[in-house]
C-alpha cells in the first residue's frame, strides 16, 4: 500500500478549526465567550471616555490603566471577530496574509500589556517607597517615553515571527487547530527546519514576559519591605490596599501566559483544554481589569453610576 506525502508550497489560505474536539459544541461555547468579549469592550471603553475627562484620575497609574484600557480593546477585535465567526457560521478559512497579521497584533498587543503592568508596578514602587519624589520622577515626559518603549519593544520582537514565518515555503498542512493565529500553531504546520523559529520565539517571550515578570516581582518585594517598616497599621494597610488590584492583575496574566506559553512548546496538554485556556486567558484579564481597577476606585464608580443614571433618566 502506498503512503502519500501532500504538502503545500506558498499557501494563500489556512483553516482555523477552533477548538478540536469540541466541534460539535463550539457554537453554544461562543456565547460565554461572546458575552466577556462584551464586557471588556464595554468596561475599557467606559475607562477611555472616564480617565481622560476627570481630571482627578490625571495621575501615572490612571494614565497607565487608560493605555492598558487601550490594548485591551485592541486585543478583543484581533481575536473576537474571527472566532466568533468560526464558531457560529463556520468561517474556517482565512488568508495565509491575514493569519500572520492576527499573530503579530495578538502578540505585540500581550507584549504591551506586559509592559504596562512592569510600569505600572514602577508606579506603585515609586508612590510607596519615595512618595515626595513620585511627582518629580514620573513626569508627563518620563510616562510618555515609557510608553514609546513598551510600544517600540513589542512592535519590533514580535515583528521577528511573522517575519521569520514568512521565510518557510513548504507546509505539510494548512490547518491550524486553533481558534486563532498563534505562532507555534502556526510554525508547526511547516515542513522545512523550523529550530529558528522556535528559538525566536523563546527569546521573544523570555525578553519580554520574563524580563517583566522578574523586574515587577522586584518591584513588590521592595514594595512590601517598604510597607514593613511602616509605624501605623492604618498606613500598611492603605500603601497595601493600594497594591492589591495590580497583585491580581499580575497574577492572572502571568499564570494564564506562562501556562500557554511552555503547554504548547513542552507540554502534553490536551488541546482542548489548551486552546480553551489560552483563549480564557487572552479574552478575561480585559473583562476583569476595569473591574478590578475601577471598583477600587471611587470616582471612577461614581462616574460610572453618573452615566448609567442619566441612561436611564433618557429612557
Known amino acids: 500500500m502506498?503512503?502519500?506525502?501532500?504538502?503545500?508550497?506558498?499557501?494563500?489560505?489556512?483553516?482555523?478549526?477552533?477548538?478540536?474536539?469540541?466541534?460539535?459544541?463550539?457554537?453554544?461555547?461562543?456565547f460565554p465567550f461572546f458575552a466577556v468579549c462584551l464586557l471588556a469592550l464595554l468596561g475599557n471603553i467606559i475607562l477611555l471616555i472616564i480617565i481622560p475627562a476627570e481630571r482627578s484620575l490625571h495621575q501615572p497609574m490612571y494614565i497607565f490603566l487608560a493605555v492598558l484600557a487601550a490594548?485591551?480593546?485592541?486585543?478583543?477585535?484581533?481575536?473576537?471577530?474571527?472566532?466568533?465567526?468560526?464558531?457560529?457560521?463556520?468561517?474556517?478559512?482565512?488568508?495565509?496574509?491575514?493569519?500572520?497579521?492576527?499573530?503579530?497584533?495578538?502578540?505585540a498587543l500581550q507584549g504591551m500589556e506586559s509592559g504596562i503592568l512592569l510600569a505600572m508596578a514602577l508606579d506603585r514602587y515609586v508612590a510607596i517607597c519615595d512618595p515626595?519624589?513620585?511627582?518629580?520622577?514620573?513626569?508627563?515626559s518620563v510616562l510618555t517615553w515609557m510608553m514609546v518603549v513598551v510600544v517600540i519593544r513589542?512592535?519590533?520582537?514580535?515583528?521577528?515571527?511573522?517575519?521569520l514565518i514568512k521565510r518557510l515555503?513548504?507546509?505539510?498542512?494548512?490547518?491550524?487547530?486553533?481558534?486563532?493565529?498563534?505562532?507555534?500553531?502556526?510554525?508547526?504546520?511547516?515542513?522545512?527546519?523550523?529550530?529558528?523559529?522556535?528559538?525566536?520565539?523563546?527569546?521573544?517571550?523570555?525578553?519580554?514576559?520574563?524580563?517583566?515578570?522578574?523586574?515587577?516581582?522586584?518591584?513588590?518585594?521592595l514594595i512590601f519591605h517598604a510597607v514593613f517598616l511602616l509605624n501605623q497599621k492604618e498606613a500598611r494597610l492603605k500603601a497595601f490596599n493600594t497594591c492589591v488590584p495590580h497583585i491580581f492583575v499580575f497574577l492572572e496574566f502571568y499564570i494564564l501566559a506562562f501556562f500557554s506559553?511552555?503547554?504548547?512548546?513542552?507540554?502534553?496538554?490536551?488541546?482542548?483544554?489548551?486552546?480553551l485556556l489560552s483563549t480564557i486567558y487572552l479574552l478575561v484579564p480585559p473583562a476583569l481589569n476595569p473591574l478590578v481597577y475601577g471598583i477600587k476606585n471611587k470616582v471612577i464608580c461614581q462616574r460610572v453610576a453618573r452615566i448609567f443614571l442619566l441612561n436611564s433618566k433618557f429612557q
Open 2 to 30: 502506498t503512503s502519500f506525502n501532500i504538502s503545500y508550497l506558498d499557501p494563500r489560505t489556512v483553516t482555523l478549526i477552533g477548538i478540536p474536539g469540541l466541534e460539535h459544541v463550539q457554537f453554544w461555547i461562543g
Open 71 to 107: 490594548t485591551d480593546v485592541g486585543l478583543c477585535l484581533a481575536i473576537a471577530p474571527k472566532m466568533l465567526a468560526i464558531f457560529w457560521f463556520d468561517s474556517s478559512t482565512m488568508n495565509f496574509n491575514a493569519c500572520l497579521v492576527q499573530l503579530f497584533f495578538i502578540h
Open 132 to 140: 515626595l519624589r513620585h511627582t518629580s520622577v514620573l513626569t508627563p
Open 154 to 163: 513589542a512592535t519590533v520582537l514580535v515583528g521577528l515571527l511573522p517575519t
Open 169 to 221: 515555503h513548504l507546509f505539510h498542512s494548512t490547518v491550524i487547530a486553533h481558534s486563532y493565529c498563534e505562532h507555534m500553531a502556526v510554525v508547526k504546520l511547516a515542513a522545512e527546519d523550523v529550530r529558528i523559529n522556535k528559538i525566536c520565539g523563546l527569546f521573544v517571550g523570555f525578553t519580554i514576559l520574563g524580563f517583566d515578570m522578574i523586574f515587577i516581582i522586584i518591584s513588590y518585594i
Open 261 to 275: 506559553f511552555f503547554s504548547h512548546r513542552f507540554g502534553h496538554v490536551v488541546p482542548s483544554t489548551h486552546i
